[in-house]
């Protein structure tokens, strides 16, 4: 602990130079595009955050901790970059950021109101959602756990570019996932393996909307569609009950699901393997995005692009993995690729004592498979032709 705040006194040291002195930083025009643009996914009243930052007077009233979330680097949750600019997924905060913050704090002038600073208006009732069987209650207590059921894709729909969604307890139900099934499944209780090679999509807290870019499409490719909750309780009585919305398109060029696995491997107590994936183009395609598949003996998570003859780029990694906060890293654009692009993903797994499952006990040895004290070595990929 003492470690780590002397690591932050330093670099809040070294930054502080960075800005100059006077320069007071502004709530409407330097603090509120931060905020919006890095917390706001996720801290509203309807959000999965405990607080929500719609207003001024809420991150006044919150600053203390907003300070030392700030300079701890711990929020937003999954810090991350990538070659190809922001991805679908709450930006980090740059080093001018936290100085920006920190200063405004300090100053103990919050500033005045910006107009129009208001609560984003919940997602309406869903049009054209799909009809969900009834879910049981999410349980009271426990570890979180997972869900899983089929609904048939509806006659009609052919192609499909991206899916709204809403949960009715949007801190309990934390993540869905999609994929095709050929045979339907009643509600029950999961594994925590996406255990698919037809993995669509990641819909989590946080994320922008799941779109694929105009004139392309997902055709199904099953008679069903795989629903798997993560389910978090909460200790109150919550709901598990989504609604999904496809959003149909006219047929546009075929998007391609792509799964890479590793198919089966230990973690020796007291070692942290890193475990490769790769895949090679057999022919040019561009890459959507990308959904590392790993739980909570991973650590890091590094996806890099190697075009022939170039120098491989990082398309995402994350110093701070956790499955809690995984989704569909989407790029600003389709990533354009040759043939015989490598793309190679490499998870760091730790099972030694700093991994939080390891708090308490001696590590164990760990094996591959679906449960929540395995591990998991995937990566989903949606490739546009
Ligand atoms: C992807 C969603 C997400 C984003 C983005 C996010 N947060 Fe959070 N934040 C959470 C959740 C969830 C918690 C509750 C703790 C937990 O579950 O990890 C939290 C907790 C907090 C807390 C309370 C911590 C405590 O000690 O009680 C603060 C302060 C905070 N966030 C600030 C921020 C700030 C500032 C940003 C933007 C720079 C931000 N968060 C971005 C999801 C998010």
């Known amino acids: 602990m003492l470690l780590r705040w002397l690591g932050v006194g330093a670099w809040a040291a070294g930054s502080w130079a960075l800005l100059g002195r006077d320069a007071e930083p502004d709530y409407a025009s330097d603090i509120r595009p931060i905020l919006d643009r890095s917390c706001m996914p996720c801290h509203t009243e309807s959000g999965v955050g405990p607080f929500s930052f719609a207003r001024q007077e809420s991150v006044v009233r919150h600053s203390a901790l907003i300070r030392v979330q700030a300079l701890s680097g711990s929020m937003p949750p999954t810090p991350y970059t990538s070659d190809f600019g922001p991805i679908s997924l709450a930006p980090p905060l740059s080093d001018e950021d936290r100085v920006l913050l920190q200063r405004w704090i300090r100053q103990g002038k919050p500033g005045t109101a910006s107009p129009g600073e208001r609560e984003p208006s919940p997602p309406a009732a869903m049009e054209g959602g799909l009809q969900m069987p009834t879910l049981p209650k999410l ?66 807290p946080g994320y922008a909307a799941y779109r694929l870019p105009e004139g392309t499409s997902l055709k199904p490719e099953g008679r069903y569609l795989r629903i798997q909750q993560w389910m978090h309780p909460s200790g109150r009585a919550e709901s598990a009950q989504i609604a999904l919305a496809p959003v149909a ?116 040895l760990i094996l591959s498979g679906p449960g929540i004290n395995q591990e998991a070595c995937r990566l989903h990929m949606v490739l546009l032709p």
Not at 187 to 197: D, I, L, M, Y
Not at 341 to 358: F, G, L
């Open 139 to 204: 349980r009271l207590e426990g570890a979180p756990y997972g869900l899983e059921y089929t609904i048939p894709v509806p006659e009609g729909i052919t192609d499909i570019t991206g899916w709204d969604w809403r949960a009715e307890s949007p801190r309990s139900v934390r993540r869905v996932l999609l994929s095709w099934s050929d045979e339907p499944i009643a509600p029950r209780e999961t594994a925590f393996e996406f255990g698919s090679e037809k993995v669509i999509g990641m819909l989590a």
């Open 249 to 364: 398109a006219r047929a546009g060029d075929a998007a391609q699901l792509l799964s890479l696995n590793h198919p089966g491997f230990e973690i020796k107590p007291e070692s942290n393997p890193v475990l490769t994936l790769r895949h090679t183009l057999d022919r040019a395609a561009r890459l959507h995005s990308v959904l590392p598949e790993a739980r909570f003996y991973a650590s890091r998570v590094t996806v890099r692009l190697i075009e022939p003859g170039k120098p491989s780029r990082v398309a995402f990694h994350t110093l701070r993995w956790s499955p809690l906060w995984t989704g569909h890293f989407a790029f600003p654009k389709p990533i354009s690729l040759p043939k015989g692009t490598e793309i190679v993903a490499e998870i760091q797994y730790n099972n030694d004592e700093r991994c939080p499952m390891n708090e308490g006990k001696k590590p164990e």
